[in-house]
Every structure is written in structure tokens, then in C-alpha cells.
């Protein structure tokens, strides 16, 4: 490995180390029991609650969700073919 390269790399890992300790920092931390709760159980009625996790996972971005289970199913199903067809160029020769 050149200089270069480790100067390149030295600078995209500070930056990343810049940009995940602002995140940290710009984020409000103060609730009012000093603790932040992401509710993710229904109420006592068993319906979702507008706001939780679970409601804003399934309802709002469900399917952004299913889109892209989709796009990782092809893509192991993909990987697995190309990994089939190397052994087998290899097993030929």
C-alpha cells in the first residue's frame, strides 16, 4: 500500500467518524422521564399504534419493504448461480 492510499483512507474513515459523532450529537436527547421509547406493541384493543414502529414499518413503508426483499431474494439467488457456475468451469477442467 502507497502513502496515497493510506492518506485516502485515513481521510474517508475520519470523515466517517465526523459525520456518525455529529449525528450523535445533533440528536436531542432530553425526554421527559430522561429516556426515549420507541413503542411497538399494540394497545389493549390489539390495534397498531400511529407512531410506533411496528405501524410506521408495515403500514407506511410496507412496500418499500416487500420491494426490497424482493430485490435481496435475486440477489442470493443470483450470487448462488454465479457461484454454482465458477465450480462448475472449474470441476471441467
Same mark, same amino acid.
Given at each position: 500500500m502507497n502513502k496515497r492510499t493510506a492518506a485516502v483512507g485515513v481521510i474517508i474513515a $475520519?470523515? &466517517?467518524l465526523v459525520l456518525m459523532t455529529s449525528a450523535v450529537i445533533s440528536y436531542e436527547w432530553d425526554a421527559?422521564?430522561? !429516556? %426515549? %421509547? *420507541?413503542?411497538f406493541t399494540p394497545d389493549s384493543d390489539g390495534n397498531l399504534i400511529p407512531g +410506533?414502529?411496528?405501524y410506521e414499518l408495515f403500514e407506511t413503508y410496507?412496500? &418499500?419493504i416487500l &420491494?426490497? @426483499? !424482493?430485490l !435481496?431474494? =435475486?440477489a #442470493? #439467488? =443470483? =450470487? @448462488?448461480? *454465479? $457461484?454454482k457456475e465458477e465450480d462448475e468451469e472449474?470441476? +471441467?477442467d
Open positions: $475520519a470523515t &466517517v421527559e422521564d430522561g !429516556m %426515549h %421509547h *420507541v413503542p +410506533s414502529l411496528n410496507g412496500p &418499500v &420491494v426490497l @426483499a !424482493m !435481496m431474494f =435475486g #442470493i #439467488i =443470483g =450470487g @448462488a448461480y *454465479v $457461484a472449474h470441476d +471441467s
